[in-house]
T-cell receptor, first 113, second 113 residues
Framework: GAGVSQSPSNKVTEKGKDVELRCDPI?????LYWYRQSLGQGLEFLIY????????KSGLPSDRFSAERTGGSVSTLTIQRTQQEDSAVYLC???????????FGSGTRLTVV | GQQLNQSPQSMFIQEGEDVSMNCTSS?????WLWYKQDPGEGPVLLIA???AGELTSNGRLTAQFGITRKDSFLNISASIPSDVGIYFC?????????????WGLGTSLAVNP
């Protein structure tokens, strides 16, 4: 597609369950980023992919969070044993390698109840 | 870690007024980016600045890359209701796989018609 696609757009899950969030970047974009945005807050960096490898995963908040990218395209962010503090909007962005500026998806709003 | 101070945190103005917001840091950046986020959407790139002292316009928007490389401002002239949203600045360090964006916490803009 023309833009960054994220699914689902909304997810409500029970505390303790695992969730998977998906990001389809713009075709040809080698760099992919995951961010978390809590209500009324700025963007919190989680992880960066260049191709299928993750040179920077320093922002993952705990070992409950993991991400992978396959085929240099789709990425999945997995949160295990979700907690209420995980509730936030999870944003994915992609860019050309060395490109300036990212294109963001519309995000997945995760609510843990 | 690196921090960006973005101000003001929020603004409430009358339609037709000009708006100014800025970001400062103790760190030097090689690129400054300004994004706008509408409710329920991901941030969208407005202006990218690549050189110290650079002044760039995009319609009613004007942004400058500070000469010290530690600050940037964004001006919006003759505001209209659709300018409502959250504006984020981001400063970039590094290059290639070491490229990293540091984000401000955002300026929330409300426009009274």
């Amino acid at each position: 597609g023309a833009g960054v696609s994220q699914s689902p757009s909304n997810k409500v899950t029970e505390k303790g369950k695992d969730v998977e969030l998906r990001c389809d970047p713009i075709s040809g974009h080698t760099a992919l980023y995951w961010y978390r945005q809590s209500l009324g807050q700025g963007l919190e960096f989680l992880i960066y992919f260049q191709g299928n490898s993750a040179p920077d995963k320093s922002g993952l908040p705990s070992d409950r969070f993991s991400a992978e990218r396959t085929g240099g395209s789709v990425s999945t962010l997995t949160i295990q044993r979700t907690q209420q503090e995980d509730s936030a909007v999870y944003l994915c962005a992609s860019s050309m390698s060395g490109g300036q500026g990212y294109t963001f998806g519309s995000g997945t709003r995760l609510t843990v109840v | 870690g690196q921090q960006l101070n973005q101000s003001p945190q929020s603004m409430f103005i009358q339609e037709g007024e000009d708006v100014s917001m800025n970001c400062t840091s103790s760190s030097i950046f090689n690129t400054w980016l300004w994004y706008k986020q509408d409710p329920g959407e991901g941030p969208v790139l407005l202006i990218a600045l690549y050189k110290a002292g650079e002044l760039t316009s995009n319609g009613r928007l004007t942004a400058q890359f500070g000469i010290t490389r530690k600050d940037s401002f964004l001006n919006i002239s003759a505001s209209i209701p659709s300018d409502v949203g959250i504006y984020f600045c981001a400063g970039q360090t590094g290059a290639g796989n070491n490229r990293k964006l540091i984000w401000g916490l955002g300026t929330s803009l409300a426009v009274n018609p």
